[in-house]
């Protein structure tokens, strides 16, 4: 077997890969900062926003809306509305906000703003008219919603946030780089045979993994266009599209400079991503197997799994500790629910199109009422930060990779003390 080669093989092309870089993102940041003088231009400014997120929240004796927003151009907002405010949820809204003082890093990020809405209509789009049929085979409005989260990448409620959270499953109900690679799999086996059968016939001459990687490549370019691009799913299909460009030239595919080539060039091209955590947490889920590929590649499938799904949970806890906080007892079973996951995805979009999509629906609700009892484990930043550096260790030591899984057991066992002692 021919051994695949690296990315990069001198300290200059990889300067030319930066310096490239480095000069779109230049051209990116120029863009978007021409676009943000634009905006601030007047003391306020008119804009056109889908609402994403709605929920209620109360401050000393005062008891308000929080809505969450996004532009048409792509800008993320928050701001505030009266109690009495009907459901917007997806709604369309013309609005009038005040962003005067508003800074070029907050644009880039999300911010807050006064606003006053001008008027509202119904978003009837494809995406919501697919959003009411999903909701349409499920009786309870909460099994509705985390289908349409699996589907649609639709924000689920805080309630159901938290309950997953809580049960370490996060990663499965919001949809990301997980769903796609399951979807891309799927539609590669099944356009497989038939693709077969008609090159046989008509094009004996075709290269097939070429042809069915563009077939596949489109359809899920249309997907994540379709979902609104949300900042997970634009990195899984990058390094979909990265890898199969590395592999059809025999460069080396599970490795970091994979990763970081993805990471750089979506940065560069897409700034924003910079301050979406959605996207760090999706590119650290990556990184970790690709350690875990890199130092045990010689296993057999089997294990190559079961050792995926265990230490990458592990690797990741200390992570999620740090920014989420949520724990619960029935936390570690989440490593078999990822695996169960696999099947049950395609499985429950099939079974939506047959008229069964609420067979899981006990079992979900189930799940939701272990989600309920969780507590908050603190983790130091200073053990989030011994936590990264032993990461970035493992790229270059095998022996760093035993310090880490030990390092992260241990944070596994102080979270599991924690809520048994709560």
């Not at 505030?80 to 508003?102: G, H, Q, V």
């Not at 400079?257 to 750089?264: D, G, R």
């Not at 260790?393 to 979270?415: C, D, E, R």
Request: charged share 15%; net charge positive; with cysteine.
């Amino acid at each position: 077997m021919i051994e695949r080669v690296s990315l990069f093989n001198s300290w200059r092309d990889f300067s030319f890969f930066l310096f490239a870089s480095l000069f779109i993102l230049s051209l990116s940041l120029l863009f978007e900062y021409q676009n943000y003088k634009e905006f601030v231009r007047f003391d306020s400014a008119l804009v056109e926003a889908t609402v994403l997120k709605q929920y209620e929240k109360q401050k000393g004796k005062r008891v308000y809306q929080v809505l969450k927003l996004k532009s048409s151009e792509g800008i993320t907002f928050y701001t505030t509305a009266k109690k009495s405010l009907p459901d917007m949820k997806n709604s369309r809204l013309k609005m009038e906000i005040w962003a005067k003082e508003l800074t070029f890093f907050s644009y880039l990020n999300s911010f807050y703003a006064f606003s006053k809405i001008l008027s509202t209509e119904e978003n009837n789009t494809t995406k919501e008219r697919v959003n009411t049929l999903i909701a349409s085979a499920h009786e309870d409005v909460l099994m509705g919603n985390i289908y349409q989260a699996l589907y649609t990448a639709e924000e689920v409620d805080q309630k159901t946030q938290t309950a997953f959270s809580n049960l370490g499953v996060s990663h499965i109900v919001a949809i990301s780089g997980f769903h796609l690679s399951i979807l891309s799999a799927l539609l590669y086996f099944l356009l497989k045979p038939l693709y077969g059968l008609a090159q046989g016939r008509f094009f004996p001459y075709r290269n097939s993994k070429l042809d069915i990687f563009i077939v596949v490549a489109i359809v899920l370019f249309a997907y994540t266009l379709f979902l609104d691009a949300p900042p997970s799913l634009v990195r899984s299909f990058a390094m979909f599209l990265v890898g199969f460009f590395l592999y059809d030239r025999g460069i080396k595919i599970i490795s970091m400079q994979t990763l970081f080539v993805t990471i750089i060039l979506l940065l560069a091209f897409f700034p924003r991503l910079a301050f979406s955590l959605g996207f760090w947490l999706s590119a650290g889920g990556v990184f970790y197997i690709f350690l875990f590929l890199i130092h045990f590649k010689n296993l057999n499938i089997f294990w190559q799994m079961v050792g995926v799904s265990v230490l990458v949970y592990l690797y990741m806890l200390p992570v999620a500790l740090y920014i989420f906080q949520n724990f619960s007892i029935y936390h570690p079973f989440s490593i078999i629910l990822s695996m169960l996951f696999t099947p049950f995805y395609p499985l429950s979009i099939l079974a939506h199109f047959i008229g069964f999509g609420d067979f899981c629906d006990p079992f979900l609700l189930w799940l939701m009422a272990l989600g309920e009892d969780g507590a908050k484990v603190e983790l130091h930043l200073w053990l989030f930060l011994l936590h990264a550096a032993l990461s970035f260790a493992t790229i270059y030591s095998k022996k760093a990779m035993w310090g880490l899984t030990l390092f992260s057991t241990l944070i596994f066992i102080y979270a599991m003390y924690q809520v048994a002692e709560f």
